[in-house]
């Protein structure tokens, strides 16, 4: 099976921007989730879908969106960004339900300048 | 914030030599997690243990699992310098259905050749 894909691999915006990251999940994998990482926070849980519903969310402000599809994959949005949303963006899907391992994309970078 | 602590938060040894690493969190669990990251890429599961196991192993890797103290731990037994990547442990709580994991900060371990 192909692995988790993430779009784009790099990504770079001004302050102010809005971005959409993409993911697309391993096949039959109907959960997806995002996590941030940055080197002063660490891994950071943004949200999780399963079957286009949000089924959890992490402490990060209404800027930080998401949403699936029909098929899985699941993109995320921010607006107005601000430098300290540089990081890199984690898509992880699993097949469902809690206590399944998280099979990871590589990951976006995305630097606001 | 962070469910875990990890300790340590750096480790250099010797190829051939086992590496441990301890990892202690502050909720009640459903299961806890061990991964890879290579230089900022994406995260590698390595070992899942759920709460009412004690210690599981996966060829070089054996984690223990305490949940009166909180605490898991992992040993790289004959270390490659091929283990050389950060190391994290990460949480699937208890009382919440779906995907979500809270990470530790992470142990970077160099291994030597």
């Known amino acids: 099976k192909a692995g988790v894909t993430q779009t784009p691999r790099y990504l770079i915006k001004t302050r102010g921007q809005q971005v959409t990251l993409s993911c697309s999940p391993i096949s039959g994998h109907r959960s997806v989730s995002w996590y941030q990482q940055t080197p002063g926070q660490g891994l950071q849980f943004l949200f999780e879908y399963f079957s286009e519903t949000q089924r959890n969310k992490g402490n990060f402000p209404g800027r930080f969106s998401g949403r699936q599809f029909s098929n899985s994959r699941s993109e995320m949005n921010v607006s107005t960004l601000e430098l300290g949303d540089s990081a890199l963006y984690l898509c992880a899907s699993s097949p469902g339900g809690g206590g399944y391992e998280q099979y990871f994309g590589p990951g976006t970078r995305l630097t606001v300048t | 914030s962070q469910q875990g602590e990890e300790d340590p938060q750096a480790l250099s040894i010797q190829e051939g030599e086992n590496a441990t690493m301890n990892c202690s969190y502050k909720t009640s669990i459903n299961n806890l997690q061990w991964y890879r990251q290579n230089s900022g890429r994406g995260l590698v599961h390595l070992i899942l243990?759920?709460?009412?196991?004690r210690e599981k192993h996966s060829g070089r890797l054996r984690v223990t699992l305490d949940t009166s103290k909180k605490s898991s731990s992992l040993l790289i037994t004959a270390s490659r310098a091929a283990d050389t990547a950060s190391y994290f442990c990460?949480?699937?709580?208890?009382?919440?259905?779906?995907?979500?994991?809270?990470f530790g900060q992470g142990t970077e371990l160099s291994v030597k050749p």
């Open positions: 243990i759920r709460s009412n196991e």
């Open positions: 990460a949480t699937g709580p208890l009382y919440n259905q779906g995907g979500k994991l809270i």
